[in-house]
């Protein structure tokens, strides 16, 4: 079931998530940043994308997947990177001005990134692994999936 009013945006760590079940799930034993995730993580993320029909994110955190890619063993960045490419071209870009998240009061708790994200809390359904920014989002009347990472 396809939910067209909403749309999805995956925090950095679901987002890396993401990238690597597109590419080679293997990817989880090899790489630190994704090692707290299980196949069944990768299964649960991809049944709560399909009921979303597009993508959303910002340019704060596809800059800091970006970075978090640069981590991944060098055999499997290229695939990353590639993938991540191919990510912003099909995804719906939105940018808040990070002198204006600076000056709302998340931005001290949560940080550039995750203020970005709350800030599309009403217009979008965020899933995050950060229960605190979930709730927040929740608080202030915005749709959020708190995802608690299987862990092995």
Known sequence: M???RKRLLLDT???????????NPRVLFEFKRVQNFTYSDIVLLREIAARYGE?????????ETSNFVEQAPSH???MLTAELRDYIHETHEVYHPAILLS???????????????FELGSDVVAVTT???????IATAGGDSIYFS????
Do not use: C, M
Request: aromatic fraction near 10%; charge should be positive.
């Open 55 to 63: 993508h959303v994110t910002t340019p704060h955190l596809l800059s």
């Open 103 to 117: 000056d709302s009061p998340q931005f001290v708790t949560f940080g550039l990134s995750d203020s970005a994200l």
């Open 149 to 152: 990472a299987s862990k092995r």
């Open 2 to 4: 396809i939910f067209p």
């Open 130 to 136: 950060d229960y605190h920014l979930a709730t927040a």
């Open 13 to 23: 760590n679901l987002l890396l998530l993401w990238l690597v079940a597109r590419t």
């Open 76 to 78: 499997r960045r290229e």
